[in-house]
């Protein structure tokens, strides 16, 4: 592994060498628009036990839990705005450095930012899903609706957490009455994909794609412990593909880097722009 310093002269030529890359952004991205990350710099969980999908889908007190933490979780969510990492890359992006754009991420601020050819590998937190007869609905409609049935989460507020989460105490999500769909009264779910679910072939098949067009892989601001982002960056090591790791914490893929630059994202980014 090489380690770099995004002022380093090498950087700017290794970009230029191999693009187009393809980019695999975490949450270490998000992190300047004051949603935090699941892992710390160890690649250690910051944060409780999520619920499962299976647990989700089996059970109506998981669904309560989840929704009524939600309800108090999303304002802060849908008011983040992307930072300067965000628009750095969709800088880097129309200057013709990356082939697309896959993120771990759920707030879609890279679209918000101007990015162009994103690929939302877990979903996106911005809209839901009824699970029969699969018709989505806008996430902040949906808020107005669970406010007017539990009118009592209104005055509550969280800080932001990475997936719309908050802290709300077992005796609120007790209370909580569930809001179904508009069109089939089916049970909706965020679409998003749940620690258990599965990422969709068609999702799959878009990422695949534009892993043939990439000269090699560049992760920004993850840690890789999710096997989702990782194995793309297995893939540019089978085919001898350079990958590049931008992050300041320990990665996944730390034993297969080519270049690491273990700094902040956003300033590496910014300055690569700049």
């Known amino acids: 592994m090489m380690k770099l310093r995004h002022d380093q002269p090498g950087l700017r030529s290794i970009l230029d060498k191999h693009r187009p890359w393809l980019v695999i952004t975490g949450a270490g991205v998000s992190l300047y628009s004051g949603i935090p990350t699941y892992r710390d710099d160890n690649g250690e969980w910051l944060r409780s036990d999520p619920i499962k999908h299976h647990e989700f889908i089996q059970y109506e007190d998981k669904r309560k839990h989840y929704w009524a933490r939600s309800a108090v979780g999303w304002p802060p969510v849908e008011r983040a705005l992307p930072n300067d990492a965000h628009y ?52 902040q409609q949906l808020q107005v609706r669970l406010l007017e049935f539990n009118s009592f989460l209104a005055p509550l507020t969280a800080t932001l957490a990475p997936d719309g989460d908050a ?108």
């Open 88 to 139: 750095a890359l969709a800088e880097l992006e129309r200057r013709g450095y990356f082939a697309g754009l896959i993120t771990q991420n759920v707030d879609r601020l890279h679209q918000r930012a101007g990015q162009q050819h994103v690929i939302d590998l877990h979903g996106r937190l911005d809209r839901v899903r009824c699970l029969q007869c699969g018709q989505f609905e806008d996430r």
């Open 167 to 274: 802290h709300v105490r077992d005796e609120i999500t007790r209370r909580m009455k569930l809001v179904n769909c508009l069109a089939c009264d089916g049970i909706l779910m965020p679409d998003v994909v749940f620690f258990g679910g599965t990422i969709s072939k068609q999702t799959h098949l878009e990422a695949a794609r534009l892993y043939e067009q990439c000269n090699g892989v560049l992760a920004i601001g993850s840690s890789l412990m999710v096997y989702s982002g990782f194995r793309y960056c297995k893939l540019a090591k089978q085919d001898g593909k350079p990958l590049m790791i931008i992050n300041r914490g320990r990665t996944r893929a730390d034993d297969i880097v080519d270049h690491k630059i273990g700094q902040d994202c956003q300033t590496v980014l910014t300055a690569l722009v700049a």
